[in-house]
């Protein structure tokens, strides 16, 4: 099993930035393909990216896409969200997530272990 805690949400202007990040212990950190979510209030949970076991392959939405940065430091157990030129739509709690598959998925249900999610405020 691994343990995920998230960190680094606040409150921001739109146009602003943020990084988030995800400390993870327990089972080997590399072994895990890592996800990034977010819901928003009243909608449900979608899939922001994803990050394979080595840090190659990276999958975004197309709605972050050239905005968000996803990363990983396997020797700190950690891996991480570089938000840019932020909009009120990204306004929500931003979760990550581990899974057990080599392969990269935006289907939060091929994740197994999640995190208890830090809230991202983005003011207009």
């Known amino acids: 099993q691994v343990q995920l805690v998230e960190s680094g949400g606040g409150l921001v202007q739109a146009g602003g930035s943020l990084r988030l990040s995800c400390a993870a212990s327990?089972?080997?950190?590399?072994?895990?393909?890592m996800g990034w979510f977010r819901q928003a209030p009243g909608k449900e949970r979608e899939f922001v990216a994803a990050?394979?076991?080595?840090?190659?392959?990276?999958y975004y939405s197309d709605s972050v896409k050239g905005r968000f940065t996803v990363s990983r430091d396997n020797a700190k157990n950690t891996v991480y969200l570089q938000m840019n030129r932020l909009k009120p739509d990204d306004t929500a709690v931003y979760y990550c997530a581990a899974g057990d598959s080599a392969y990269l998925t935006h289907l939060s249900s091929r994740y197994g272990y999640w995190g208890q999610g830090t809230q991202v405020t983005v003011s207009s």
């Open positions: 327990g089972r080997t950190f590399s072994t895990y393909t």
């Open positions: 990050i394979s076991r080595s840090g190659g392959p990276i």
